[in-house]
Structure formats: structure tokens, C-alpha cells
């Protein structure tokens, strides 16, 4: 069987003979904010087609993309031999069963089976003019069409998505103190920053935005512009280490002055220099020069959990003192 094919869980079976309501709800997207109900023993074909019962328009999308289907117990979906694919939870799938909470990319619309009002009305139109509605309420109020807040897709789900997806463009992230961009071509991740900070690297830069839990984010369209600094990652590349990076630096930093914090070279300085290896006189050099916990950090070429062990230890020898 492909890998594609295999069942990930379905909707737990509910006591008595009534079954539960679902809705697949758009997360992001041009129909961000609208819901589909999904009625037992009702198939729901997805596609460009405006004869479906849920019509997406927009040119990713096939003429008739993907069927899903509530039978039993079980809510499933199936690629109809699409050009674009169908994925769920940010594989791409030929069938899979679906389980509430479950993440679909179609086209540029990411969909997300949620549990619905068992009193909603029986199949009909009116889902499919929802939908249009939301459409045409958000081209009056924005342009983006690819959009959604991290609080539902959070950002290493969005970039599994965007990865497996081969999109291209620039993944703008917005929270309230800071605007991250990671620059996609093809799913791989060649550029990024962080409030264009051109002393932050590409990479430390994306290590930085996957702690980022709350905001918004945005997909614009492709930069044409080359960069001094391009990296060609895999998106699995940047979470698998990315992750492993964050979990360890998450343990480092409980023994480091807050980001902010100002430090220095104790006073008086009675540690021998000769005891330090070149990467912690590097370090102990920046502290020097920046005096600050952030600035040593951003300017280090190092991953920031090799310099954050550096300056722990050197704060605890006693070559660096908070200010």
C-alpha cells in the first residue's frame, strides 16, 4: 500500500445511533472565516468546477480536486487526480480518514475538520453561497490570498504544509513586536529574516520564528531579488534541528541574564584568557563590544545554542558579570 494511503484515526464513534456533526472550517485562505458542513452518507466533491458542491475558485485548484465522504464512522477524503495534490496534516495523501482537528491544504486554502452544531440545516446551497460570501467580503478588505493566524496553524505545521506543497513566495509572520519573513522557492527555505536585521543569518533566524505562537501570517507572491546570504533548506532540515536547537537552548537560557540584559568583562578580570578555546575568546570579544545578552547573540556567527553555552560558561567562571 502507498504511504500516501494510510488511515490516520477517525472521528471517535459517538453512544447511541445519532452520529456526530463536522464542518471542515478554512483556516486560510480566500474563503478564510467560512465552514462546510459534512452530512453522513452525503459525498462532498471539491474542485474548480462551479457544478460541485464545494467550488473553490482559484488556479491551483483542479476541476475536480478531491471527494469527501462521511460513511459510518469514518470521514475520508480522496485526491481525484489532481495537478496541485491533496494533503492532509502536510502529507500528501491519494486517500486518507480524517479526525477532528486535522489540517487539508487544497490549492492555497487550508481546511480544518472541526466538530459543527448538530442543529445546522440539511444539505443545500447554502454552504456553497457561504462561501462565496466570504470570498467576496475578503476582496473588498484585502489582496493576500493565502493568510491565517499562528494560533491555528502553528508555524512548523504551516511550513510542513508550504514544504510538501512546493510553494513559492515569501511567508510573511506579523506578532506584536516583531515581522519575520522566510523566503520559499519550491518548499525549500533559501532566505529569512527577522525585522530585516542584516546581522541575524538566515538560519538563526528561522531557529528564532519557530517559538513564535501568537501572530499572524501571510503568503505574498515570490521575490525576484537575489540575497549575499541564501541557504537551500529542506523544510525538514530547518524543524528537525531547529526543534533540537530550541529544546536545548530552552534549558541553556534558565542559566543567562535575561535577552535584554547588559553585561560586560568582570571587574577586575581574574581568569586566566589562555584557558579559553577560540570560539569562548570570540565570545568573550563580542561581550566586549555589544554589552548586551541580545546583541551578542545576533551578532554571533554561531547557532545561538553554541554561543548561549559559550556565555553561561563564561559567566559562570567569571569572566563575564551582569551590568
Sequence with gaps: MDASQKLTGAPPAPPGSSRRAYALRFISGKYQGGEFPIYPEKPI????????????????????????????????????GSTNGTFVNGEKVKKARLKEGDRVLI??????????????????????????NVAAARRTSQVRTMSGSLQ????????????????????????????????LRKGNIYFA???????????????????WENGSFDLDPPDERSFPEEVDLTVAEVLMEGMRQLDEFNRVKEGLPALNAKIGL???????LRDLSPDE???????????SVAQVLNKSLAPDLQTATILQKLIKAHYVEPR
Design 45 to 80: 466533491v471539491v474542485g474548480r468546477s462551479s457544478d460541485l458542491d464545494m467550488v473553490l475558485v482559484e488556479d491551483m485548484v483542479s476541476r475536480r480536486h478531491a471527494k469527501i465522504a462521511y460513511s459510518g464512522d469514518a470521514i475520508t477524503i480522496e485526491d481525484l
Design 152 to 183: 491555528e496553524v502553528p508555524l512548523p505545521d504551516l511550513l510542513q504544509l508550504f514544504g510538501t506543497s512546493k510553494k513559492n513566495g515569501i511567508l510573511v509572520l506579523r506578532t506584536e513586536d516583531d515581522v519575520g519573513r522566510i523566503y
Design 107 to 132: 490549492g492555497t486554502s487550508i481546511l480544518k475538520l472541526v466538530s459543527a452544531d448538530q442543529s445546522a440545516p440539511g444539505p443545500g446551497v447554502d454552504a456553497k453561497q457561504n462561501l462565496e
Design 266 to 272: 568582570a571587574q577586575p578580570l581574574i581568569p586566566p
Design 193 to 211: 529574516t527577522i525585522n530585516d536585521a542584516e546581522d541575524v543569518s538566515p538560519v538563526k533566524a528561522c531557529y528564532r520564528m519557530l517559538t
Design 281 to 291: 575568546i570570540d565570545v568573550l570579544q563580542m561581550v566586549h563590544n555589544y554589552g
